[in-house]
């Protein structure tokens, strides 16, 4: 039954983006409010025929803006940019990406053209250069606190799962939670794609993240709906239960 109803949902939510892509247009960029300063863009891909969203954040700051991985569509960084512009009237400042996979880091040195600050942790620079995957301007070597605009973020590396670099960011002021793909959504009812992953680790991190974040009012995974502390929960059923199998 949760498999139906997931499938609805997906139907639900893209079917103007499969026409769009039988049309071979761009697929269009969403943009949800969270909360008065946090906002999810929703960026896709094309995965065997079908649109596959992916999450990234901003947040508006006395600054200017702070975004959280870059659109997965390099074709949406520029629209991305010039909207939050208009809507705002804030330029976007700082980039964090939380892993290397191209989802959270082909618009780095598009970001970078634009003047936008871009950073990763130093293990994700390393799988990036590696892999000749889009790298950003600026390191660091562990757990950083970025203060700006009068908000903190928070980077954390809980451990290896769904990639070897996957971290995280904490947002205290907001008591949320940006998970990235470590972190599966709600509605999800299985692990999916897990090339490259390590479910053992992966559960034993995901444990971690139970245990530091148990006051999470929002969790922000990297794909689909976002949640609450319960999405932590459920993110450890599934690998539980993928195990199992």
Request: charged share 20%.
């Given at each position: 039954m949760k498999k139906v109803v997931f499938i609805f949902i997906i139907m639900l939510t893209f079917s103007s983006s499969s026409s769009l892509l039988k049309s071979?247009?761009?697929?269009?960029?969403?943009?949800?409010?969270?909360?008065?300063?946090?906002?999810?863009?929703?960026?896709?891909q094309d995965v065997n025929?079908?649109?596959?969203?992916?999450?990234?954040?901003?947040?508006?700051?006395?600054?200017?803006?702070?975004?959280?991985?870059?659109?997965?569509?390099?074709?949406?960084?520029?629209?991305?940019?010039?909207?939050?512009?208009?809507?705002?009237n804030q330029k976007v400042k700082l980039c964090i990406s939380t892993h290397s996979h191209d989802d959270r880091t082909i618009g780095l040195e598009i970001?970078?053209?634009?003047?936008?600050?871009?950073?990763?942790?130093?293990?994700?620079?390393?799988?990036?250069?590696?892999?000749?995957?889009?790298?950003?301007?600026?390191?660091?070597?562990?757990?950083?606190t970025f203060n700006f605009g009068g908000l903190g973020f928070e980077t954390y590396y809980p451990g290896v799962g769904h990639s070897k670099d996957n971290l995280v960011i904490w947002v205290p002021d907001l008591k949320m939670l940006y998970g990235g793909c470590l972190?599966?959504?709600?509605?999800?009812?299985?692990?999916?794609?897990?090339?490259?992953?390590?479910?053992?680790?992966?559960?034993?991190?995901?444990?971690?993240?139970?245990?530091k974040y148990p006051k999470a009012k929002y969790v922000v995974?990297?794909?689909f709906k976002y949640g609450n502390?319960?999405?932590?929960?459920?993110?450890?059923?599934?690998?539980?239960?993928?195990?199992e199998k």
């Open positions: 071979k247009e761009h697929i269009p960029l969403y943009i949800r409010q969270l909360t008065d300063s946090s906002y999810v863009f929703i960026t896709f025929g079908t649109p596959y969203p992916s999450n990234g954040m901003y947040f508006l700051t006395g600054e200017g803006v702070v975004m959280l991985d870059t659109p997965w569509d390099t074709n949406q960084v520029k629209p991305l940019l010039d909207s939050i512009q208009a809507k705002h970001l970078r053209k634009y003047g936008v600050r871009t950073y990763t942790s130093f293990m994700t620079d390393s799988l990036c250069k590696v892999n000749g995957d889009k790298r950003a301007e600026f390191h660091f070597l562990k757990d950083t972190i599966k959504s709600d509605v999800a009812y299985n692990m999916g794609n897990v090339e490259g992953a390590d479910i053992d680790s992966w559960i034993v991190t995901m444990n971690k993240l139970i245990t995974p990297g794909h502390f319960t999405t932590l929960q459920h993110t450890l059923d599934l690998l539980n239960e993928y195990k």
